[in-house]
């Protein structure tokens, strides 16, 4: 059978602990959810960190560090995919919009790469550019970015170059051709997301043509096209994403875990005839570091 990457994207940074009791929160809860994952066949685990106290987004290395101990300590295997996307939620102030509002969270690329540097995770996101996020502007200045992937090349980490608009890619390619991003580039195209790329089919095979030959690529929708994402992605020859970051739901009105929004990718697959790549294999081919090499 064909064999693809499947992502489990464990908890984001969204408002939505409230909206979804699933999505795990303390250290423990996202190493136990990555461990569940890896037993319904994810390869990668996908972790943001949160506050346990509020739910919250945090940056706190401390709390990456716990849950990346447990998985790691744990017997099922799975790839560690850390974001180094970090505070990057800017709302400008009206009075002065200079300044930001209350809401925003910047951080430097020294602070968002922190938890990469100190962990060794096998693989990482890199934004590759600002874009609006509803409301919100999400900010990576390609100065910044060009740090950060200068960082990330010196830790000896895969970098997973996610893009929300065409011209991420052209950006990621530059930093490709600037030798920022060493081996075989993987792209991850983020889609659907209020005010990036439209999630269709056109914009999936547009999207194709615009990396270069030599690079790898996985695509994921947010909502209700989750899982149609995942089949069309497959489809096309690209690795595959799902998990409570980007959809909180495994029907119309019942409320997932982030194992049965893996096992149900897992399910789509096998109906296309391909299978989930394991860690090894994926590490094998995607020649990321040896996880015995981290914290």
């Known amino acids: 059978m064909k064999k693809v990457m499947l992502t489990a994207a464990l908890t984001g940074a969204g408002d939505t602990t409230a909206k979804n009791k699933c999505v795990p929160v303390t250290p423990q809860e996202i190493a136990e959810s990555a461990i569940k994952c890896a037993r319904a066949g994810a390869t990668v685990a996908h972790i943001h960190a949160r506050d346990p106290e509020t739910g919250g987004i945090s940056h706190d290395v401390e709390f990456f560090k716990e849950a990346v101990r447990l998985i790691r300590a744990a017997d099922e ?27 925003s969270d910047i951080q430097t690329p020294e602070e968002r790469h922190e938890p990469i540097g100190s962990l060794l995770p096998e693989m990482c996101t890199l934004d590759c550019g600002s874009v609006n996020m509803g409301d919100t502007v999400y900010l990576s200045p390609t100065d910044w970015l060009r740090k950060q992937a200068q960082l990330v090349k010196e830790a000896g980490v895969k970098p997973e170059l996610e893009c929300f608009d065409s011209g991420h890619i052209s950006f990621a390619k530059q930093l490709i051709s600037e030798g920022l991003i060493d081996g075989e580039p993987m792209f991850q195209f983020c889609l659907g997301i209020p005010w990036g790329a439209e999630n269709d089919p056109e914009t999936i095979e547009y999207f194709k043509t615009r990396i270069p030959e030599h690079a790898h690529w996985s695509a994921f929708g947010i909502g209700r096209m989750q899982f149609p994402t995942v089949e069309e992605a497959a489809k096309r020859g690209g690795n595959v994403r799902v998990g409570l970051e980007d959809n909180l739901y495994l029907a119309k009105g019942v409320k997932a875990t982030n194992e049965q929004l893996v096992e149900k990718a897992v399910e789509i697959l096998n109906g296309l005839d391909i299978e989930p790549m394991t860690p090894a294999e994926a590490r094998k081919k995607y020649q990321l570091r040896d996880p015995q090499g981290g914290a």
């Open 77 to 103: 295997d799975i790839i560690i995919n850390i974001t180094s996307g970090g505070g990057g939620d800017f709302i400008p102030n009206l009075e002065d919009p200079y300044l930001a509002a209350e809401g």
